[in-house]
């Protein structure tokens, strides 16, 4: 009997190492799709609106806020505490990004608010089609390696009740 429920929690751990390492891949497709959305937001209402860019990102849905993890958030505490933003307190709590795609985004909120409409129109849409790019590259390694994972747990828990069988 103790036999089988120790199979049973290796089966267990091992799709669930699968399951977070699929859900990393998901989360960063989901986090540049996000982002994308931003700057198409951002992009409309400083052009039509000309509205101030705290609240602007204060009125995001709960979802898009969700999926940028945080992100927005500490945007907003460095605007409240008016300090000098770093890149540690931007990604406080986000651990999948690349460091390019970090520098790239870090870039992006730095520069949010610092020239006149025509020229932040022009930056968003820059960054809106940088970004799209990650996109596809995030889903694509989403398709790629979060189905993998799923199935690499799934497969090692198999083993290792075949293994103690």
Known sequence: MLKYILMALLFFIALSIGAIVSAKYR?????????????????VEISFSRERIKTLLASFDDKTKSQLCGLTENYLAFIDQE?????????KGITFL?????DLIFLFFRSLGRSD????????KNFESRFDEMVSSASQENKKYGSMSMKL????????IILLI
């Open 98 to 102: 690349k460091e390019e795609e970090s």
């Open 27 to 43: 989360k960063r497709a989901n986090f540049f799709k996000a982002l994308v959305l931003i700057c198409q937001k951002l992009n």
């Open 117 to 124: 409409v025509d020229s932040q129109s022009k930056e968003l």
């Open 83 to 91: 300090s000098p933003l770093d890149k540690a307190s931007l990604f």
């Open 153 to 160: 747990g799934l497969i090692a828990g198999l083993a290792v």
